[in-house]
């Protein structure tokens, strides 16, 4: 739990020593409220919801700014394939973080959640302490503003 809490604190911010201690705040927390996580439906999410709360009051009280969403990886096959893939995965990879900027940054934190993740839309609901309705609302548009903006992007490749 350790790693996932890490690696979600790592999109908002790079204070690795804020991030270490929020998660630490965030353990104790849940192990002195252990007997209500014990009835809970999904404690994963319990878990990232109490690490997202404490960690954005923690970067607001330091006004520290906050980062976006940053890698994907894939299964790779033969070395020729691979090094072909490598320089056009790369070439996608940036065509896609630059892409991720363009959303709000509600819209990077469910795409990171529902995809980076792989929460369901009901768990993504749950961190972010909105409905699943609204959680499949903000997707869809996150990934309409992605193809549009991976549109002009490869349109303006093909025109240069």
């Known amino acids: 739990m350790y790693r996932k809490l890490y690696n979600y604190g790592?999109?908002?911010?790079?204070?690795?020593?804020?991030l270490e201690d929020v998660i630490q705040e965030t353990l104790l927390l849940v192990?002195?409220?252990?007997s209500v996580i014990g009835t809970l439906t999904?404690?994963?999410?319990?878990?990232?919801?109490?690490?997202?709360?404490?960690?954005?009051?923690?970067?607001?009280?330091?006004s520290i700014q906050t980062h976006n969403i940053a890698e994907i990886t894939e299964l790779e096959f033969n070395i020729e394939q691979i090094i072909?893939?490598?320089e056009h995965d790369l070439e996608l990879?940036?065509?896609?973080?630059?892409?991720?900027?363009?959303?709000?940054?509600?819209?990077?934190?469910?795409?990171?959640?529902?995809?980076y993740e792989g929460?369901?839309?009901?768990?993504?609901?749950?961190?972010?302490g909105i409905t699943t309705k609204a959680t499949y609302k903000i997707?869809?548009?996150?990934?309409?503003?992605?193809?549009?903006?991976?549109?002009?992007?490869?349109?303006?490749?093909?025109c240069v």
Do not use: P
């Open 10 to 18: 790592a999109k908002f911010t790079e204070e690795y020593v804020i």
């Open 93 to 115: 990879k940036k065509r896609l973080e630059d892409s991720v900027k363009g959303l709000t940054s509600r819209q990077r934190e469910v795409i990171y959640l529902r995809f």
């Open 139 to 158: 997707v869809a548009r996150a990934l309409e503003r992605l193809k549009e903006i991976m549109l002009l992007g490869l349109m303006t490749l093909l």
């Open 31 to 34: 192990w002195n409220d252990r």
């Open 119 to 128: 929460f369901s839309y009901e768990k993504v609901g749950a961190v972010l």
């Open 42 to 62: 999904y404690t994963e999410t319990y878990f990232y919801s109490v690490f997202r709360n404490i960690l954005l009051r923690r970067l607001k009280e330091h």
């Open 84 to 86: 072909i893939k490598n």
